[in-house]
């Protein structure tokens, strides 16, 4: 089985079998994930009568995000390295390419009153971030893993492509060792540099 974690914006966690659909899946959508992670890692693992050393890899969301928020998710997965079991990580925005969508925006609130946003036709991309209020909707079909927003029901929820195309999304992530690093909005020195009004 393959442990699945995402802290990246709301929690979202669980199981995988070898075909990589899903034994078990659990999204909380608040934003304090730490006092819960663990105790629901070890909940679904027991539910499924698999220990965490038998795990056949673990798979995390590793950005774009907060700083704290991702830290949670790859310190895990680090903990899993130490133990020798397989680690990959793929970013939020990539799940729609992933799945075969030729092109789209994918956004999400960045805090600080920016939003961050992915753009993507073929193997063309580009990233940045932008203030919030000058968000506009392009042409292209918009993604996003976050409900509320100037987006607000015109967005394709990341989410439930992740959980309705698991088995294409994890076998290519997996069949790729794909490692990707933690994506934080910002710089650190400038993610934890005070604003001055």
Known sequence: MYLYLDTSH?????????KFEWVSYEKREQLQHSADIHALIHK???????????LSGVVVVNGPGS??????????AQLFDLSNIPVYAFHHYQVPKI??????????HAFKGEVFRYE???DSEACDLMKASDW????????????????ENNAVDTCALIESGSS????????NKQRQE????????KEFKRSVE
């Open 182 to 189: 933690p994506y934080y909005f910002r710089p650190l020195d």
């Open 120 to 122: 993507w036709q073929g």
């Open 99 to 108: 799945l075969g969508h030729e092109s789209g925006e994918w956004v999400c």
């Open 136 to 151: 506009t909707q392009k042409a292209r079909r918009v993604y996003s893993h976050q409900p509320v927003g100037p987006w």
């Open 10 to 18: 709301f929690l979202a966690l669980g199981l995988l079998n070898q």
């Open 168 to 175: 294409q999304l994890f076998s290519n992530i997996i069949a």
């Open 44 to 54: 679904m693992l027991s539910d499924a009568k698999c220990e965490p050393l038998n």
């Open 67 to 76: 700083y704290t928020g991702i830290r949670l998710g790859e310190g895990i």
